[in-house]
């Protein structure tokens, strides 16, 4: 497999970059506004939330240092990939420590579940064995699914209900209709952010044989697919505070919109690693909606009582 050449830069910032640090804003978000929920509720459990986020972290970081050691592997990171930069096929690090990497962090994020399991139970322990299958499956093993058009499924039940239902759930011992509808518009507008990453690699994953939506589709109907997600969000935010499912304050997130809007007149755009930066701000929106979200809800309580 070719390398790209590899900028001399030290290990450290070489791990750093293999973590993606920019792709930490979909972990770090559902667990914010399930805790805001849950707080407004009445549920809130400050240790629990702390290894929510923490856990989240860990996954998000294993789940990226895996698809940099598997995309590599198969020959699918090539020198004409547009994304950012992967640190195996640029051999800034060995495979095998990639790999090592990815089993310290899922280990580290296991202990963190230990604690999870033993304030909630059993269910945390299937959530987490789950997400860590998830994150090693998709683009390792001989059918890795994220290559064959089931990515967004998959983003949105373990960024979307499994992690927003899952946070809360640690907290308040139980499941609510609210924590479930706060999971559709979070998990949607992640599920974006893995719809603009693979729109900008619709030649790289036709020309190595990864089967994406987008590559199936093309490129109209995959910005076609940004849109609905985003136009569901925002409905299905507005639905559930209207009907009293979720707190009224949590519509202070619409004041994302004008942000929302932007992001998709770049994904139309753009093309390319132009859409580079389009994909940088679909992660944003989502972390912006989720703090606008939670605020929305805390303050409402305050001022309620």
């Not at 994904?267 to 979200?293: D, I, K, P, T």
Request: net charge positive.
């Amino acid at each position: 497999m070719e390398n790209q050449i590899a900028p001399q830069i030290s290990p450290w910032r070489a791990w750093i970059l293999a973590a993606r640090p920019k792709t930490l804003p979909a972990a770090a978000s559902p667990v914010i506004a399930a805790t805001a929920l849950a707080w407004a509720e009445g549920h809130f459990h400050w240790g629990a939330a702390l290894a929510a986020l923490t856990g989240a972290l860990l996954l998000q970081i294993g789940a990226n240092l895996a698809n940099d050691y598997f995309d590599y592997q198969k020959g699918v990171d090539t020198v004409g990939r547009l994304g950012p930069l992967r640190v195996t096929q640029a051999g800034l690090l060995k495979p095998h420590h990639v790999l090592a990497g990815t089993l310290v962090v899922f280990g580290l994020a296991s202990l963190i579940g230990v604690y999870l399991i033993a304030l909630a139970g059993w269910p945390v322990a299937l959530i987490g064995l789950a997400s860590i299958l998830a994150a090693l499956a998709y683009t390792g093993g001989p059918r890795p699914y994220g290559y064959s058009g089931w990515g967004e499924v998959a983003v949105f039940l373990f960024f979307g209900l499994a992690a927003v239902v899952g946070t809360y759930y640690i907290q308040a011992r139980q499941v609510s209709a609210g924590a479930v509808a706060l999971s559709i518009p979070i998990g949607l507008l992640i599920v974006n952010i893995l719809v603009v990453n693979n729109l900008r690699d619709i030649p790289t994953d036709r020309a190595t044989g990864k089967h994406t939506l987008a590559v199936r589709y093309g490129e109209t109907w995959t910005r076609c697919e940004y849109l609905a997600l985003l136009i569901t969000t925002y409905l299905v935010s507005i639905l559930a505070s209207v009907v009293g499912i979720l707190p009224l304050g949590g519509m202070l997130a619409l004041a994302s919109l004008p942000l929302a809007i932007r992001v998709t007149q770049g994904v139309w755009l753009n093309q390319g690693r132009a859409l580079n930066r389009s994909l940088a701000e679909s992660a944003r929106l989502v972390l912006v909606f989720s703090l606008l979200f939670s605020l929305g809800v805390v303050f409402e309580k305050i001022l309620l009582h």
